[in-house]
T-cell receptor
Framework: AQKVTQAQTEISVVEKEDVTLDCVYETRDTTYYLFWYKQPPSGELVFLIRRNSFDEQNEISGRYSWNFQKSTSSFNFTITASQVVDSAVYFCALSEVGNAGNMLTFGGGTRLMVKP | NAGVTQTPKFQVLKTGQSMTLQCAQDMNHEYMSWYRQDPGMGLRLIHYSVGAGITDQGEVPNGYNVSRSTTEDFPLRLLSAAPSQTSVYFC?????????????FGEGSWLTVV
């Protein structure tokens, strides 16, 4: 069975600091998808990224970047020059292609607090 | 463009009461699902459906029923609410098939059972 571990339950940084959120996963499938979602204080889930297991290229989107390393089963998320608006709970999730890639297994989430 | 719509957003129930959480999507997605979110545990899958007339259990199905009579709607029923069902519930939908499985979530329903 698949499992996602986000070992950091809470992180506190000062605005403009860089911060990395760790995600480690376990799966028996060779083909799978990894996701990151943001949950701001208002409670909704905001999709950030989907990455399939065949694509190990790192991705950058503005201040966000993702480092996928299949060798260590990790999919870490870095926010550069953090801002107060980045304060949220961030979830990493895994979906195996065997179930059409739709059933998500979530990590426990990392609460990020960015202080001004 | 409504996306995934959940109602109600907030609900307080007494132990033993029944209720239905509604979920509707307007994107013609085949796949719909319900998750519950509890502190420190992320989201866990309750039930899911891959199309009208087809439902199956997820990780934590006990105490919940679902049906899928149309592509658009996927209601979640609590037949006899228990305090352990106090949680935040999210409905999600997506297309089936690899390569296009971005999963869209509703805004959540906060349920308290007293």
């Amino acid at each position: 069975a698949q499992k996602v571990t986000q070992a950091q339950t809470e992180i506190s940084v000062v605005e403009k600091e860089d911060v990395t959120l760790d995600c480690v996963y376990e799966t028996r499938d060779t083909t799978y998808y990894l996701f990151w979602y943001k949950q701001p204080p208002s409670g909704e889930l905001v999709f950030l990224i989907r990455r399939n297991s065949f694509d190990e290229q790192n991705e950058i989107s503005g201040r966000y970047s993702w480092n996928f390393q299949k060798s260590t089963s990790s999919f870490n998320f870095t926010i550069t020059a953090s801002q107060v608006v980045d304060s949220a709970v961030y979830f990493c999730a895994l979906s195996e292609v065997g179930n059409a890639g739709n059933m998500l297994t979530f990590g426990g989430g990392t609460r990020l607090m960015v202080k001004p | 463009n409504a996306g995934v719509t959940q109602t109600p957003k907030f609900q307080v129930l007494k132990t033993g009461q029944s209720m239905t959480l509604q979920c509707a999507q307007d994107m013609n997605h085949e796949y719909m699902s319900w998750y519950r979110q509890d502190p420190g545990m992320g989201l866990r899958l309750i039930h899911y459906s891959v199309g009208a007339g087809i439902t199956d259990q997820g990780e934590v199905p006990n105490g919940y029923n679902v049906s899928r009579s149309t592509t658009e709607d996927f209601p979640l029923r609590l037949l006899s609410a228990a305090p352990s069902q106090t949680s935040v519930y999210f409905c999600a939908s997506s297309y089936l098939g690899t390569g296009k499985n971005t999963i869209y979530f509703g805004e959540g329903s906060w349920l308290t059972v007293v």
